[in-house]
Nanobody
Framework: VQLQASGGGSVQAGESLTLSCVVS????????TGWFRRAPGKEREFVAG????????TYSDSVKGRFTVSRDNNGNTIFLRMASLRPRDTAVYYC???????????????????WGQGTQVTVSS
């Protein structure tokens, strides 16, 4: 299973940005998907997650109401729409997938088996 995140960039505070994560390879081996981020000097933290069928989503308190996670109809592209961005949202964003028997999202790094390379998001004030 391979994951490739894209869509990062530099924006002003208050603007929006949408990240994409393409899951490829043996996609049947993947379950729920999550987004994490790592800000400069901080630990990687959970941002949002979505179940394998897209019916269940979960968010960290810091992004709830501003970010929306979704997946396309075939389930292999996951999106993170980020609205009302703040400078504190500046980070490298990663997508990750759980194993196929884990269909619900979870909030811990160790819950995820497959990881993609990150994409940088920079929000300036």
């Amino acid at each position: 299973v391979q994951l490739q995140a894209s869509g990062g960039g530099s924006v002003q505070a208050g603007e929006s940005l949408t990240l994409s994560c393409v899951v490829s390879g043996r996609t049947s081996a993947s379950g729920a998907t999550g987004w994490f981020r790592r800000a400069p000097g901080k630990e990687r933290e959970f941002v949002a997650g979505i179940s394998r069928n897209g019916g269940v989503t979960t968010y960290s308190d810091s992004v709830k109401g501003r970010f929306t996670v979704s997946r396309d109809n075939n389930g292999n592209t996951i999106f993170l729409r980020m609205a009302s961005l703040r400078p504190r949202d500046t980070a490298v964003y990663y997508c990750a997938a759980r194993s196929s028997d884990r269909v619900l999202p979870a909030g811990q790094i160790n819950d995820y088996k497959f990881w993609g390379q990150g994409t940088q998001v920079t929000v300036s004030s």
